[in-house]
């Protein structure tokens, strides 16, 4: 079929096979598993087009492995110890790739390898009282993002509504750093917010304590390294991706 040929022509037309690593030790998303917070569906989604994956626990390699094309961290629910941030922030450094998708009410311990690269994650849920979620059978925990950042990741996305369960904030630290690139990747509408502090099922927008929105729940960030674009793409929520939704 269609798709099998157009498989057959990426094969034989890459210079290499490209190798997606996901690290594990942490609670991370599972790429091998097929019940509903698994990522077995995305999994076989990158198989398709002719990528391999695999897992990393990064205690036991010490390193990043050399093969690895992109370093995914995907919903870690335990923090990681130093030295494997320190990893993937030498990884990044390099000339690498990194996706890291946070969940809220996590401490990843990523805090000092994200301000490197001028991203800080919030400690809020985002709340979403457009009511376009109903469209979707869903509520205010889960956010609908219309508006996307200018950039290859995103831009067929556009006129398209897609939506996050339980995300958190992620926003740019302010400072003036000439060495990176960064876009927005995701916002919501102006109807949402980050809530600090969500008591039972109330949540309420609390001026000056809460982020006012459109609330930004995905970033990229790029840095030139030598002949390399080293690229970290951060984006507050895993939910989406999972077998589930």
């Not at 109807?191 to 039972?200: A, D, L």
């Amino acid at each position: 079929n269609e798709q099998d040929l157009i498989n057959s022509i990426m094969k034989v037309t890459r210079d290499q096979l490209k190798t997606i690593c996901f690290v594990t030790g942490h609670g991370e998303r599972d790429f091998a598993d097929g019940e509903a917070e698994g990522y077995q569906s995305i999994d076989k989604a990158l198989q398709n087009e002719n990528y391999q994956t695999k897992s990393v626990n990064l205690v036991t390699e010490n390193q990043v492995p050399a093969d690895c094309s992109v370093v995914v961290l995907s919903g870690p629910k335990s923090t990681l110890i130093p030295a494997e941030a320190t990893m993937v922030g030498k990884f990044l450094d390099e000339g690498g790739k990194a996706l890291i998708q946070l969940d809220p009410n996590t401490n990843p311990g990523l805090t000092d390898l994200l301000s490197a690269w001028n991203v800080e994650v919030g400690n809020d849920t985002v709340i979403d009282v457009s009511g376009g979620g109903r469209l979707f059978g869903t509520g205010p925990a889960v956010p609908l993002v219309g508006e996307y950042g200018d950039h290859p990741i995103t831009r067929d996305m556009k006129r398209t509504a897609t939506f996050f369960p339980l995300a958190r904030s992620i926003g740019k630290i302010a400072t003036t750093r000439g060495d990176l690139t960064q876009v927005d990747l995701l916002k919501t509408s102006e109807r949402s917010w980050g809530e600090t502090s969500i008591e039972g099922d109330a949540a309420k927008f609390d001026e000056g304590k809460d982020k006012e929105g459109p609330v930004t729940l995905g970033i990229t960030t790029t840095k030139t390294v030598g002949d390399k674009e080293a690229r970290l793409v951060v984006i507050g929520d895993s939910n989406f991706a999972d077998n589930n939704y």
